[in-house]
């Protein structure tokens, strides 16, 4: 046998691997990203003073239109029909019970020592 610190080496581990940082899940946008109310306000008070600020108000309007067009396209499901997700409902909640009897079942068995406290 290798003895010294060649035979050492060999026989350490490798270092571990730094942990992988997760990024975490996009932040969902503000309630006051969706709301068109403050622009339509702004719409009428550069309606009543006869403001040339209009157009841009207005473009404003339209652009979150499309963003909130673009956003809502793209939200899972958003394809699934009514009658689908409703059978989708209903799978799943078969689903559950189905589990739920199993897991009485199970208990009932007796196979598990459940401590008393």
Sequence with gaps: MASGPAGR???EPP?????????PPPL???QEEFSFLPLVHDIIKCMDKDSQDVHQVL?????KFQEMRKLIS??????????QQQQ??????EQVRTKNELLQKYKSL???EIPKE
């Design 9 to 11: 080496a060999a026989e």
């Design 15 to 23: 270092p571990p691997e730094p942990p992988v940082e997760q990024k």
């Design 28 to 30: 969902p946008p503000a």
């Design 59 to 63: 473009n404003e309007l339209k652009n």
């Design 74 to 83: 793209s939200m899972p499901g958003i394809g699934v029909s009514p009658e």
């Design 88 to 93: 989708q409902l209903q799978n799943l909640r």
């Design 110 to 112: 007796c196979m598990f």
